[in-house]
């Protein structure tokens, strides 16, 4: 599995000289399967730079884990979705009230946005994921899971053969707790996260930025390393960057916890254009940049 | 067939979480009854602790608490507060004697409501009490 981050950021797409290294755009990324079976995780504003590179593909499924502007904002601008009879499926959670198709026309019809779902010429079919426990895409096993961050919303775990993917990237484990609970049934996420190879997982704030910002939906670094250390991951990468982090900033932060923690799992902060393969073999994941 | 990654629902563990932080005697139940989660106003108020990985069986809850109405009348595990709720997915209110594992006897009023997913589905139970005053 090959797993390629197009956009890292959170919040709000932060282009510019000092977000170049780490990235602007916002939560997407592209995970291909061994037999080329393409997924995309989150279609924030990284997913136009993915409609440029993706390739001959037949069918292609979109996960979302949430319907926040900096998850969706890319749909629009995803040229597949305008391809006549392309095969693009959609998954994201419903509300108690709304399905997806009905939550999706809330930002995609005017005012927000000039173009309707049903203007999309392709063939589209939606999928409300929060009744689901699992799916399956081709060769990719999906578990979808609730977490803690405001509204509906999920992560997933992505499976092939023995290599595992976690996805995270907005959430907040440690709400309202002065330490995360002992007993992983407590714990949000765990289940989606444990023993993965490679845990893409918020890591918004800093530890003194977090306390201005309890109950926004986001983690600070060091309740990302205990929660990745409580999930026995094997690689960690730090994902959803604060928009007010530039890359400066973001060496500091990740070099600081770096130098004082001895942690048991690798550390490779998310990058815009990092690919990670992960083997189906016992090996630790590898990243390489592109 | 995908291995389901359900753990506790999302939703008990916002709950817990809420309850926590809550002055209120406050226990979780899950959908059976069982009692998985006790704050600690209600530790001190039921003399009851419950460890964090433990579960206590809605059967050993009546038993351990000697559950009785306000009559005195001793009260099956299936009329309390949280399992009336679960089983009619409102909100009950009913006035409890218990004797807690610390041996003092308490009169109680609790409100027992399910919590019910986004989908539909009853994931537990919340259970708040106050001790009872001579007037009610």
């Known amino acids: 599995m090959r797993v390629k981050l197009w956009g890292t950021r959170g919040s709000l797409a932060t282009p510019g000289g000092d977000t170049m290294r780490y990235g602007g755009n916002t939560s997407c990324v592209e995970v291909r399967a061994d037999d080329g079976t393409t997924i995309v995780l989150d279609a924030g504003t990284g997913l136009y730079r993915l409609s440029q590179a993706l390739g001959p593909v037949e069918r292609l499924d979109i996960l979302l884990t949430h319907l926040h502007m900096d998850h969706i904002q890319g749909l629009g601008f995803f040229e597949p979705m305008f391809e006549r009879g392309f095969d693009v499926h959609v998954w994201g959670p419903e509300s108690s009230t709304l399905d997806l198709r009905g939550r999706l026309s809330r930002y995609l019809s005017p005012p927000l946005f000039p173009v309707r779902l049903r203007d999309f010429r392709c063939q589209l079919t939606l999928h409300d994921v929060m009744r689901l426990e699992g799916f399956r895409i081709g060769p990719l096993e999906i578990s979808v899971a609730p977490v803690v961050h405001p509204g509906p919303t999920v992560g997933y775990r992505v499976r092939e053969g023995s290599a595992t993917l976690a996805y995270i990237p907005d959430h907040e484990p440690a709400l309202g707790m002065d330490r995360l609970p002992e007993d992983p049934n407590w714990l949000s996420g765990w289940t989606l996260a444990a023993d993965a190879d490679l845990l893409i997982h918020d890591a918004q704030y800093t530890t003194e930025e977090y306390p201005e910002h309890v109950g926004w939906g986001h983690s600070s670094l060091e309740h990302v390393l205990e929660f990745a250390t409580r999930a026995r991951v094997k690689t960690l990468v730090p994902f959803h960057h604060d928009p007010g982090h530039s890359d400066a900033m973001l060496d500091a932060i990740f070099g600081h916890w770096l130098a004082l923690r001895d942690l048991p799992f690798r550390i490779v902060p998310a990058m815009e254009g990092a690919s990670f393969h992960l083997s189906s073999s016992p090996e630790q994941a590898t990243a390489t940049y592109l | ?136």
Do not use: K
């Open chain 2, 1 to 136: 067939m995908i291995a389901p990654v359900r753990g506790r629902g999302i939703e008990l563990i916002l709950m817990r979480q809420l309850a926590s932080c809550l002055a209120a005697p406050i226990v979780l139940c899950d959908p059976r009854g069982d009692l998985i989660y006790v704050n600690e106003p209600a530790e001190e108020l039921l003399g009851l602790r419950v460890g964090e990985s433990d579960t206590v069986s809605v059967h050993e809850l009546a038993d351990r608490l000697c559950v009785r109405d306000d009559t005195g009348e001793r009260l099956s595990w299936d009329q309390l507060p949280n399992r009336l709720a679960a089983s009619s997915g409102r909100a009950v209110q009913r006035r409890l004697l218990i004797r807690g594992s610390d041996g003092r006897e308490r009169r109680l009023d609790a409100t027992a409501f399910p919590l019910v997913s986004p989908v539909g589905e009853n994931v537990g139970t919340v259970s708040i009490f106050w001790e009872s005053t001579d007037e009610g």
